[in-house]
């Protein structure tokens, strides 16, 4: 594999990736990390109050800087924020560092996942589906234009989705 061995999961909120990213760093015996966790954890605060005090342009440029820092590490699997393709730098990086997995999944399914999740600061709205579609419909272009492979998540089982994803990922080297 001419990139490193690391693997990135890209998609919308509610599209499995923490879970997705966990299994696969189990199977493979990698670390596992989630920006939004590691900027959490930088910070000491969560997402709605980064987003709450700083705007989303705010949470953009701490999530920029967390995304170089983990890209930089060697054999890991990464669960990225949903919009950490919004940036063309983050792109770049994930595109360059890795293999980039794009996890779809329907409106539908993703507002089964998070109907009672209070932890998504973008979904705080009057009409979360609405707000979904919009999302989908602006980063769609974005998540396929950096995955090397892409695995519907709404329609499979975490196991087969693993299994699918490890498949490729083995098929590269």
């Known amino acids: 594999m001419a990139k490193s ?3 990135y999961l890209i998609g919308l909120m509610g599209a499995g990736k923490t879970t997705i990213g966990r299994q696969l760093a189990r199977a493979l015996k990698f670390p596992f990390y989630d920006s939004d966790k590691a900027i959490e954890e930088a910070t000491g605060v969560d997402i709605p109050t980064i ?3 700083e705007g989303e342009e705010g949470f953009r440029d701490r999530e920029e ?3 170089h ?4 590490l060697k054999g890991i699997v990464l669960a990225t924020g949903g919009g950490a393709i919004l940036r063309e730098e983050n792109r770049k990086r994930l595109q360059s560092n890795g293999f980039v997995v794009y996890l779809q999944c329907s409106i539908e399914r993703i507002l089964e996942r998070t109907r009672r999740d209070n932890h998504r600061p973008l979904l705080q709205t009057e009409n979360p589906r609405d707000r979904l579609e919009k999302l989908y419909e602006l980063r769609e272009p974005l998540y396929l234009s950096c995955a090397d492979t892409q695995v519907n998540t709404g329609i499979m089982s975490s196991k087969t989705v693993v299994k ?3 498949d490729k990922y083995e098929s590269l080297k």
């Open 65 to 67: 800087k967390m995304i």
């Open 5 to 7: 061995e690391n693997i």
């Open 69 to 72: 820092q983990l890209t930089d």
């Open 164 to 166: 699918h994803i490890l």
């Open 51 to 53: 987003f709450e005090f």
